[in-house]
């Protein structure tokens, strides 16, 4: 996973568990009378979306990932939206796209913006307020240049553009009759129906994933929504809940060759943050307020229905380990675990427990056998009176706790060991009197130093565009007084069939020995002083088509070295003096 999505969160169009947040009562949709006009064929109709978007000057919508579902035992439809989209977009390089999360977490809801307004291009993250991402604006937006910052656009585009902005995809498209769509295997029409009381063709594309099926208004021709196909993920989304179950993309207030303002295509620094040339994750989070205070007191219950408490460990170095049996990472934590106990298993100064979550309503026997049969020997205690979350904050599970001697909390770890040597390396710190606290507190002091390194590294002093800078002024022609030009040759049109970029290769104070010429972005064409041919070179097949170039160079013994390739190729092809690959 990339660094982004481990800081700023993921975009998923599948979510592994529902929650019935918002049910709304409706009327099945109505389904629409035979049609007497002449049947279109999905090609046919395909063929005419693809054309709206392509000769579109201009687009805005506004867009929702909905989940839907009618209910087996109310026959109600639910209906729950889990992301907001919008987009505006101007040919040829002037767009704002943006994405927000329709549910707010508990970290709150992350937004990302992606602006053009045709001179550069600016991107931001709700996580990370006091950054804006800059770059040049294309000269025409595609596809590959739509989001110039990388993480963003990884975070954002996780899924094919088709998937999450088919609308875009289709304004994009360089070539109308190529297939939006590329995966579908078939397609057939479906009844039409309704959607806002607008009449929508449907059509079903059968993919590897599942059935795709795009509602395209009869009179617009324009999408109104999109079912994505889901059957691989149909179990974990409790589709089985429901008579009938979709995820839909709801194209609204779907707007086509008309005007907008400029300023929606601003996107402003926000005071005190900083224009950077690509966006830097937060800095760590620093050391916990309650690290090297006094835990509050806590009774926990082993299994012979002793009290182990806060008092009674005093003077000991105390690792607890909460955990609970319906938590597959403590599972996996466990072996871990296990092995750091084994260094400490004899030792006086060490007290080393499992502390269970589970509810009082499980018996203390089977949550014993549950942490053997996962490898442990250490010995288990129960939280009968909830002091885990009150008394310790403990929110989650597995979380690791070490005191110190003097009932000071020294280290809360939440999550899975790295390995048992971690554990173990810090438990012996202390056994020798080493401060943790201060040395946690040293270490953040470090990072956060880096990340200033960094953040000052990525920052831009002022604007990639000039926002003063005057227009250049174009002076009158005028033609060199001692130039005189003479035709020598030309080349037929036979031997070049769409000449491009030029190279002169220079070996001999008499002038050039051989002329290259790019015919058609595909091969290279050889001519010597008088223009006779003196061959052709093919060049690997690649999908650009425009921007080649070629570029000599002459070694330190003399030999001459050639290379092609273009603006946004893909590829660099070298080769030697005799031409070869």
Not at 31 to 50: C, D, H, W, Y
Request: one cysteine or more.
């Amino acid at each position: 996973m990339s660094r982004f999505s481990h800081s700023f969160g993921v975009v998923t169009l599948a979510v592994s568990s529902l929650f019935l947040l918002a049910c709304s009562e409706a009327k099945s949709p109505r389904l629409s009378k035979p049609s007497q006009t002449k049947v279109i064929t999905p090609e046919e109709l395909l063929s005419k979306l693809r054309a709206t978007y392509v000769d579109a000057k201009s687009y805005s919508d506004n867009t929702t990932l909905v989940e839907r579902g009618v209910s087996r035992s109310r026959g109600t439809i639910t209906e729950i939206p889990y992301t907001h989209l919008s987009l505006l977009f101007t040919r040829p390089n002037r767009y704002a796209i943006s994405y927000e999360d329709a549910i707010a977490s508990s970290q709150g809801s992350t937004k990302y913006r992606v602006v053009s307004d045709g001179k550069r291009v600016r991107s931001s993250a709700s996580e990370l307020p006091h950054q804006i991402h800059e770059a040049v604006a294309p000269r025409e937006t595609t596809a590959e240049n739509l989001i110039p910052e990388p993480e963003l656009r990884q975070a954002i585009l996780q899924v094919a553009l088709e998937n999450l902005f088919p609308q875009l995809a289709m304004l994009l498209a360089e070539d109308a009759e190529k297939a939006v769509f590329p995966r579908a295997s078939q397609m057939e029409m479906l009844p039409e129906q309704e959607i806002e009381d607008a009449l929508c063709f449907r059509v079903a594309l059968i993919e590897p994933e599942g059935t795709r099926v795009l509602w395209i208004d009869k009179e617009k021709t324009i999408l109104r929504r999109m079912e994505l196909p889901i059957d691989q993920q149909r179990d974990q989304m409790g589709a089985d809940q429901y008579t009938a179950f979709s995820v839909d993309l709801d194209f609204e207030n779907v707007a086509l060759n008309v005007e907008f303002d400029d300023k929606a295509f601003q996107l402003t620094v926000p005071e005190k943050a900083r224009l950077v040339r690509r966006l830097v994750p937060p800095p760590p989070e620093g050391p916990s307020e309650d690290l090297g205070k006094p835990v509050k007191e806590f009774a926990f219950t082993d299994a012979a229905g002793t009290k182990v408490t806060l008092a009674s460990l005093a003077g000991k170095i105390c690792v607890l380990d909460f955990w609970g049996t319906d938590c597959p990472p403590c599972k996996e934590n466990t072996p871990e675990l296990e092995a750091a106990y084994q260094q400490f298993k004899d030792a006086k100064d060490v007290a080393f427990y499992g502390v269970s979550t589970d509810p009082e309503s499980l018996d203390t026997q089977a949550v014993e056998k549950t942490l053997q049969a996962w490898g442990a020997t250490f010995p288990v205690l129960r939280d009968l009176d909830k002091n885990v979350f009150h008394n310790l904050g403990v929110q989650a599970t597995p979380t690791l706790m070490l005191l110190g001697p003097d009932g000071r909390l020294l280290e809360r770890r939440v999550g899975m060991l790295e390995s048992a040597d971690e554990l173990v390396k810090q438990v012996r710190k202390v056994q020798v009197g080493e401060d943790l606290v201060q040395e946690a507190k040293d270490e953040h002091a470090r990072e956060l130093e880096k990340h200033e390194a960094i953040m000052d590294a990525a920052t831009l002093e002022q604007s990639l565009v000039d926002e003063k800078g005057s227009p250049a002024e174009i002076a009158p022609r005028k033609m060199p007084e001692n130039l005189q030009l003479e035709e020598l040759w030309k080349s037929k049109l036979a031997n070049l069939s769409s000449p491009g970029d030029l190279a002169v290769l220079r070996t001999l104070p008499s002038g050039p020995r051989e002329i290259l010429v790019l015919d058609d972005n595909q091969s290279v064409v050889r001519y010597d002083n008088a223009g006779q041919e003196l061959g052709r070179v093919n060049i690997p097949s690649h999908e650009e088509k425009q921007g080649g170039f070629i570029r000599t160079a002459i070694d330190a013994e003399g030999i001459p070295w050639f290379l092609v390739s273009g603006s946004g190729w893909q590829q660099i092809f070298s080769y030697d003096k005799n031409w070869k690959l």
